[in-house]
Every structure is written in C-alpha cells, then in structure tokens.
Antibody, heavy 115, light 108 residues
Framework: EVQLVQSGAEVKKPGESLKISCKGS????????IGWVRQMPGKGLEWMGI????????RYSPSFQGQVTISADKSISTAYLQWTSLKASDTAMYYC????????WGQGTLVTVSS | DIQMTQSPSSLSASVGDRVTITCRAS??????LGWYQQKPGKAPKRLIY???SLQSGVPSRFSGSGSGTEFTLTISSLQPEDSATYYC??????????FGPGTKVDIK
C-alpha cells in the first residue's frame, strides 16, 4: 500500500525554526515528485512546492518562494518542509502528497505559531 | 501562471439530487485535472484523475468531464456522506500545480 506519514503537530513561537517531515512507503520514493500543500484555518488548499527525491529538483509556487525550503533524504524516503523564522501567519495545516496529481496524501501536520 | 476558478462557491442540495460543480482554467490544460473531496478535519481524497477517470474505490455516482479550459464534477445522486468541500487541481504546468478555490456542498 502506498502511504505517506507525516510528523506530529508542532507549537512554536514567532521567530523559531521548524522542519516537518513526510515519509513515503510502498513505492519507489525516488521516482515520484512529493508536493506540499498549505491549508490555513477555514481556508482552501494552496499549492506550495514540489520536490523530485531522485535528484532533489525542487520547484516553488511564486507565493512561497523564499518563504520555505523543501528538501528530501532519499536514503530514508522522507521529504521535508522547513522554515527558518516562523510567523503567526504560518499557522496552518500542512499536507504532503505524492506526485504532481497528488495521490495519496499524508494525514497532515498542524503547525501553530503563537507567542 | 494558470489560474483556476470554481463555481458555485457553495451549494445546498437534497439527498438524491444531481449536483454539478464547474472548474475553469485561465488557459488550456488538456485533461491535466483532478477532483478532490475534503471532509472537515481530514486530508483531501482524490475522486477523479485525468479529468474523467474514476479513482479506484470511489462510488460511481461521481463523474468528471471536460478538457481544455472547462471541467465539471457531477454527483448523480447526492448522498448524506457527500457533504464536503470539493477542489479541482490542475497539473498541466508540470511539475507545478494550482488548486481551485473550492466548492462547499451541504445537504438540505
């Protein structure tokens, strides 16, 4: 079974750094893009960026370029989304999903940024 | 950048009704479009891929059609468990993608 399992919920203060993860199993992790999606409270889905773990080719939506960093460690079949300095506006649910057509999805990681 | 619009933004319908949601792309995207269902507190789930192919395990009352710039998701006979928000996603700008703003479906 193809599965993506994300790391647990995080509560952080503004200005702190954070790295959340998405571990793939049941398929060749190096052969499919992994995308990240933001969902702010009560809002819709926003496509953030995507990485090809086979060669770490990474692309970002213009709205998220420079705001986050997407990476992957193919040796442990895990993709990452990280922030160097969190803001309250980063409070959201973050999902990973396999490939450009986004199936399946991880269960989501809730990130709360509050002083 | 390819922009996606959806209509309506919300609807309320009765059990057994036929429901249609439309997604429009700002430029032609062939059939590079999927439909996703999201229930409160849950991750989205793909219903349709390649504009009209039904995801395995999804009830046959869901169907998709269209190509180019206009696409529809149809629920042929609305069921109580179909109460959710539905999103389209274009991936023609490979490997980039864009979601539509969503359509919330309520049961009367």
């Amino acid at each position: 079974e193809v599965q993506l399992v994300q790391s647990g919920a995080e509560v952080k203060k503004p200005g702190e750094s954070l790295k959340i993860s998405c571990k793939g199993s049941g398929y060749d992790f190096t052969s499919y893009w992994i995308g990240w999606v933001r969902q702010m409270p009560g809002k819709g889905l926003e496509w953030m960026g995507i990485i090809f773990p086979g060669d770490s080719d990474t692309r970002y939506s213009p709205s998220f370029q420079g705001q986050v960093t997407i990476s992957a460690d193919k040796s442990i079949s895990t993709a990452y989304l990280q922030w160097t300095s969190l803001k309250a506006s980063d409070t959201a649910m973050y999902y990973c999903a396999r490939h450009v057509d986004m199936d399946p999805w991880g269960q989501g990681t809730l990130v709360t940024v509050s002083s | 950048d390819i922009q996606m619009t959806q209509s309506p933004s919300s609807l309320s319908a009765s059990v057994g009704d036929r429901v249609t949601i439309t997604c429009r792309a700002s430029q032609g995207i062939r059939s590079d479009l999927g439909w996703y269902q999201q229930k409160p507190g849950k991750a989205p789930k793909r219903l349709i891929y390649a504009a009209s192919s039904l995801q395995s395990g999804v009830p046959s009352r869901f169907s998709g059609s269209g190509s180019g710039t206009e696409f529809t998701l149809t629920i042929s006979s609305l069921q109580p468990e179909d109460s959710a928000t539905y999103y389209c996603l274009q991936h023609n700008s490979y490997p980039l993608g864009t979601f539509g703003p969503g359509t919330k479906v309520d049961i009367k």
